[in-house]
């Protein structure tokens, strides 16, 4: 059985994971972000 409990906890752990991985490479994710951007916004263009 999955709860909602559950799923609470695994997107926690995710943040988690995404929050260090931030702290860690700074640039890295800098660069990520400018790549995303472009692409959802012409999406929602669309």
Same mark, same amino acid.
């Given at each position: 059985m999955y709860t909602i409990e559950m799923a609470y906890a695994h997107m926690r752990q995710l943040q988690e994971l995404a929050n260090r991985s931030r702290t860690?490479?700074? *640039? *890295? *994710?800098? &660069?990520?972000d400018q790549? &995303?951007?472009p692409r959802t916004r012409a999406a929602k263009k669309r």
């Open positions: 860690d490479q700074p *640039a *890295a *994710a800098y &660069r990520v790549t &995303r951007k």
